[in-house]
C-alpha cells in the first residue's frame, strides 16, 4: 500500500528556490524536484496561512471551511477575536484517513488546535497556546492523545511551537536569530523522526513555518533591490538562504527515514516577496470617496494611545499583561485590536470599511442588522454600496505612476461558494504591486493629516519598527513537489491549486473523495501504471459541523491569558500590529 509523506514549508516560493537550486545550494529539494514532478501551487484568496492550509486540509474553499483570516468579527459586533482550528467547518483529510482505517501522524501545521482525534497522532500548530514563555512548547491540550507531551518531552526536550525572532532582534542580536530559527527547524524536525520511528503511519506530516517567519523579517537584509533594504545588522545577508538550508537539510533526513514506498509532497501555502516602501491608510482612501467618516481629532488621539498601550501589553513581561488584562475589563486582546482599528470611525456617516490589518485588507459593508451601528439597507442599498466600491477600487490609481492599486474587486461570492459565505468581507481586493513590491499597510489613525498614501523613509526608527517584521510578505503562488514511484519524473504540473492536495493525497492512498471537495485529483502527475493512477473514487460522506477535539466543552477558545500569548506570537509575526 502506498504512503505519502507531506512536508511544508510555510511560504516558500520558487524565486527564491529555483536560483539557490541551480547553484546547489539546496541539494535535497533539488534533487526530489529533478526525478519527480513540480509546480506553482496557487494558494486561497486571501492568499494567508490559515485559509490556505485548511484549504489545503479539507480540500474546500474559505466559503466551506469557514477560515477566512486570523480573526473574525464577533456576531453583531465591531470587535475581533482569534480564529483557530475549533472554527473550521469542514472535515480535514486526516480525519476522513482517519475513517478509513489509515493512520496518521501529523506536526505543526497552523491552525490545527485543538488537535482532532485522529488515527494517529497530532500535534497543533501555532495557533495553540503552548507553554513556557518565549520558548513557547506545545503542551499536551496542543496534542492528541494528550500523553504524547510526556513522550516528546523525555525523547526530544518536549516540542518548540517558534521562536520569537522579532525580540532578539530588537535587542540587536541578529545571528542569534538565525541560529535560533535554525534550532527550532531542528527541533521539529526531532519530533517527527521520533514519530516516524515509533508510531504506525500511512501519511505523516510536518510543517516548518521558519520560511514564512524568515522570508517576513529578513527580506529587506537579503533582497538589495528592495527600498527596505538594509546591510545593517550584517550578517544577516543570507539570512533567509540559511533557513532554506536548514530546511533542505531536514528534508534529506525526514525523507531518508521513510520506506521506499513512500510518496513524498513538498509544499508551501502561499508563495513570498517584498513590500515597498510605499505605505496605504485604507480607510483614510475611502473617507476621500464619501463612503466612510471619522470621529474628531480626540478619537483620532484615543486610538493611537490605545495602539501604544497595546504594544506594551504584548512586549512579553506578564506582570504588565496581567495589568493590561485587569485594566481592560479581561476582554483580551482580540477586543482591543479592534479598538485600535476601529476606534476612530464614526458608524453613523460610514458605508463601509476596511478591516484594517497590516498585510491584507479587505472590506465590509456597515450593514444594518449586522454590524451595532449599521447604515447601509441589506437589499438593494447594499448592492448599491458593493457596485460602488468595486467601481471606485478598480479606478484607484497611485497618484504619480497612475498604476492601478488593486488589479480587481470581487464580491465576496465571485471567490467562495458554500454555507460559510455569509462570513466573509463583502468585498475583496486584489491588491496590485508597486515597482514589484507590496504595498504597505498601516492603520488610518496613524496617517499624517489622514492622507491616503505616503512614502516612507524606512531609516526611520518608527518604520524601522513597523518593518522590523514586514520587510516581506506573501505572494499568491506557492510551490508544489511530489516525488515517489507512482509520479512522474522530471515533470512539471501547471495549474495546481491549494484545494487539490487533499484529494490528490486520497486518491493516492486509495481512499474515495467526498464529493464536497472544490480541488480535483492531480492525475496528470502520476505515471503510467503508478498505484496512483487507477479511477478516481467519489464518496458523498457526512459532513460534520460537530466540534471534534477532546475538549468539546470550549472547543479551543482561549482564555484571556491564552489570547495574550497568540497576540503576542501573531504580533511576533506581524500578523498584527
Ligand atoms: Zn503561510
Known amino acids: 500500500m502506498q504512503r505519502a509523506l507531506i512536508i511544508g514549508w510555510d511560504g516558500a516560493t520558487f524565486d527564491l528556490i529555483r536560483p539557490w537550486v541551480e547553484q546547489g545550494k539546496l541539494p535535497a529539494i533539488g534533487k526530489l524536484m529533478k526525478s519527480g514532478t513540480h509546480g506553482l501551487l496557487r494558494s486561497t484568496m486571501p492568499y494567508w496561512t490559515f485559509p490556505a492550509w485548511t484549504s489545503f486540509m479539507t480540500g474546500t474553499n ?28 469542514a472535515p480535514t483529510f486526516w480525519k476522513i484517513l482517519s475513517q478509513a482505517n489509515r493512520q496518521v501522524i501529523s506536526v505543526s501545521v497552523p491552525c490545527t488546535f485543538p488537535p482532532e482525534r485522529v488515527n494517529g497522532v497530532m500535534i497543533s500548530g501555532f495557533d495553540a497556546p503552548g507553554i513556557g514563555g518565549r520558548a513557547a512548547h506545545a503542551n499536551a491540550a496542543s496534542m492528541y492523545p494528550s500523553s504524547l507531551k510526556e513522550e516528546l518531552d523525555e525523547a526530544v526536550g518536549g516540542h518548540p511551537l517558534g521562536g520569537y525572532m522579532a525580540i532578539e532582534l530588537k535587542k540587536g542580536h541578529p545571528q542569534r536569530v538565525v541560529d535560533l530559527v535554525v534550532q527550532t527547524i531542528e527541533r521539529k524536525a526531532a519530533t517527527v523522526k521520533h514519530l516516524m520511528a515509533n508510531k504506525p503511519w500511512d501519511c505523516c506530516m510536518i510543517l516548518f513555518g521558519e520560511s514564512d517567519g524568515a522570508g517576513h523579517q529578513f527580506w529587506k537584509y537579503c533582497d538589495p533591490n528592495s527600498p527596505l533594504y538594509t546591510e545593517q545588522p550584517s550578517g544577516l545577508r543570507d539570512s533567509i538562504l540559511e533557513v532554506y538550508q536548514a530546511l533542505d537539510r531536514q528534508l534529506a533526513e525526514i525523507v531518508e527515514l521513510a520506506p521506499p514506498d513512500t510518496t513524498v509532497l513538498l509544499m508551501s501555502d502561499h508563495g513570498f516577496g517584498g513590500v515597498s516602501d510605499s505605505v496605504l491608510y485604507p480607510n483614510c482612501w475611502l473617507r476621500e470617496q464619501g463612503l466612510l467618516r471619522f470621529h474628531g481629532r480626540t478619537a483620532h488621539w484615543k486610538s493611537r494611545v490605545l495602539d501604544s498601550v497595546k504594544l506594551r501589553a504584548v512586549a512579553m513581561l506578564p506582570l504588565r499583561l496581567k495589568r493590561a488584562l485587569i485594566r481592560y475589563g479581561r476582554k483580551g486582546l482580540g477586543n482591543l485590536e479592534s479598538q485600535v482599528r476601529y476606534g476612530m470611525i464614526d458608524w453613523k456617516g460610514t458605508e463601509a470599511y476596511f478591516e484594517e490589518n497590516p498585510y491584507y485588507p479587505m472590506l465590509w459593508v456597515n450593514l444594518r442588522g449586522r454590524q451595532p451601528g449599521g447604515i447601509v439597507e441589506p437589499g438593494r442599498h447594499y448592492e448599491e454600496v458593493r457596485d460602488r466600491l468595486i467601481d471606485e477600487l478598480e479606478s484607484w490609481r497611485h497618484p504619480e505612476s497612475g498604476e492601478p492599486i488593486v488589479t480587481k474587486a470581487y464580491r465576496r461570492e465571485e471567490v467562495y461558494s458554500g454555507p460559510c459565505v455569509e462570513n466573509a468581507p463583502d468585498v475583496i481586493p486584489d491588491w496590485a504591486l508597486h515597482e514589484g513590491y507590496s504595498y504597505a499597510f498601516k492603520l488610518s489613525s496613524k496617517s499624517p493629516d489622514l492622507a491616503w498614501i505616503e512614502r516612507v523613509d524606512p531609516k526611520r526608527s518608527e518604520n524601522i519598527q513597523y518593518f522590523m517584521n514586514k520587510s516581506g510578505t506573501h505572494r499568491p503562488d506557492g510551490i508544489f513537489v511530489a516525488h515517489g514511484s507512482p509520479i512522474l519524473e522530471d515533470h512539471v504540473v501547471q495549474g495546481a491549486r491549494i484545494t487539490d492536495v487533499a484529494p490528490t493525497l ?9 464529493e464536497h471537495m ?3 485529483v492531480l492525475g496528470e502527475i502520476f505515471a503510467d501504471g503508478g498505484a496512483g493512477s487507477g479511477p478516481v473514487k467519489k464518496a458523498a460522506i457526512e459532513t460534520s459541523l460537530e466540534p471534534d477535539c477532546d475538549d468539546a466543552d470550549t472547543n479551543g477558545a482561549y482564555t484571556a491569558e491564552e489570547e495574550q500569548v497568540i497576540a503576542e506570537r501573531l504580533q511576533s509575526l506581524g500578523y498584527i500590529d
Open 62 to 89: 474559505p466559503g466551506k471551511h469557514g477560515i477566512f483570516d486570523f480573526t473574525q468579527r464577533r456576531p453583531g459586533k465591531y470587535e475581533l477575536e482569534f480564529v483557530n482550528g475549533g472554527q473550521r467547518r
Open 518 to 520: 472544490d480541488g480535483r
Open 506 to 514: 486520497l486518491h493516492l492512498l486509495g481512499v474515495p473523495i467526498p
